[in-house]
């Protein structure tokens, strides 16, 4: 069974930074390539970040330059460093394989964030 089990979100002030976790089982992040979208209330979710197998990366255009995306291939666990965090960055945030092997997708449970003073 592919679990992808997310951590790290929570609450934090405008202009502070979070770090999201998110642990994939072994069979699918060593063929996948691992990504983080969020998705506000009322809103339709949307990319935040991928890193393709090789290390590859893809970043929205409204977190470039704030967000990095990294993987580490021995812990099978994606990151997403969020620094300078804006109010509009308030959202669930998804974990999301997509291996190689066409006709496969997987998700997270989310994980809450919530950038407010």
């Known amino acids: 069974q592919v679990q992808l089990v997310e951590s790290g979100g929570g609450l934090v002030q405008p202009g502070g930074s979070l770090r999201l976790s998110c642990t994939a089982s072994?069979?699918?992040?060593?063929?996948?390539?691992m990504g983080w979208y969020r998705q506000a209330p009322g809103k339709q979710r949307e990319l935040v970040a991928t890193?393709?197998?090789?290390?590859?990366?893809n970043y929205a255009d409204s977190v470039k330059a704030r967000f990095a995306i990294s993987r580490d291939n021995a812990k099978n666990t994606v990151y997403l460093q969020m620094n300078s965090l804006k109010p509009e960055d308030t959202a669930v945030y998804y974990c999301?394989?997509?291996?190689?092997?066409?006709?496969?997708?997987?998700w997270g449970q989310g994980t809450q964030v919530t950038v407010s003073s």
């Open positions: 890193i393709t197998i090789i290390g590859s990366t």
């Open positions: 072994r069979s699918i992040f060593n063929i996948s390539t």
């Open positions: 999301n394989a997509r291996p190689i092997l066409p006709g496969f997708n997987y």
